[in-house]
């Protein structure tokens, strides 16, 4: 079935550090690649998301690449701030009945 | 505004005394589905529905039923709740379970079993 592996956390950074939070999955076909994000008390929302090889998608700063060759996700960004603080989630989309999420990466920026 | 609702956002409740979790969706989604989330486990998926009349089992089903008679809701009932049915849960929709699609989650219903 459908897996994926993320980074175990807490994830500790200081605000203005350059994050990674890796992501690697197992689908068969060719899923589309979700990153959600969860905010301390609320639901999960789309942070970027990708449909095919190559493809880079990007928001608020966030970037990741579908790497089909190593069936990564992994998200980055340039210089994270104390409201990323958050836990990120990595989501295959193969078009059955459910996105796949991995465990969560929980995110901690500090001042 | 376009979202996905849940009531109530927080319950205690007795083992054995029957409960439902509301959802509803102002999007015209026809995909709805039902997750848990606990602590290491991410989320899991309960139950989800296609469309209207149409739902099926997810990975963790056991002691949980749903029902879709109208587009918009998707109920969540637990018969006889049980201590390990405690737990953060969120309903989601999308408009149709194919790719590319995102799911708009609602903001949780935090489940306390005693």
């Known amino acids: 079935g459908d897996s994926v592996t993320q980074m175990e956390g807490p994830v500790t950074l200081s605000e203005e550090a350059f994050l990674t939070i890796n992501c690697t999955y197992t689908?068969?076909?060719?899923?589309?690649l979700f990153w959600y994000v969860q905010y301390p008390g609320e639901g999960l929302q789309l942070l970027l998301k990708a449909t095919k090889a190559d493809d880079k998608g990007s928001n608020k700063g966030f970037e990741a690449t579908y790497r089909k060759e190593t069936t990564s996700f992994h998200l980055e960004k340039g210089s994270v701030q104390v409201s990323d603080s958050a836990v990120y989630f990595c989501?295959?989309?193969?078009?059955?009945?459910?996105?796949?999420f991995g465990s969560g990466t929980r995110l901690q920026v500090q001042p | 505004e376009a979202q996905v609702t849940q009531n109530p956002r927080y319950l205690i409740t007795v083992t054995g005394k029957k409960l439902t979790v509301t959802c509803s969706q102002n999007m015209n989604h026809e995909y709805m589905s039902w997750y848990r989330q606990d602590p290491g486990l991410g989320l899991r998926q309960i139950y989800y529905?296609?469309?209207?009349?149409?739902?099926d089992k997810g990975d963790v089903p056991e002691g949980y039923k749903v029902s879709r008679k109208e587009k918009r809701n998707f109920p969540l009932i637990l018969e006889s709740p049980s201590p390990n049915q405690t737990s953060l849960y969120f309903c989601?929709?999308?408009?149709?379970?194919?790719?590319?699609?995102?799911?708009?989650f609602g903001p949780g219903t935090r489940l306390l079993v005693l």
């Open positions: 529905s296609m469309n209207v009349e149409v739902t």
């Open positions: 989601a929709s999308s408009g149709r379970p194919a790719r590319g699609e995102t799911q708009y």
């Open positions: 689908a068969t076909g060719y899923p589309s």
């Open positions: 989501a295959p989309d193969t078009g059955r009945r459910a996105l796949t």
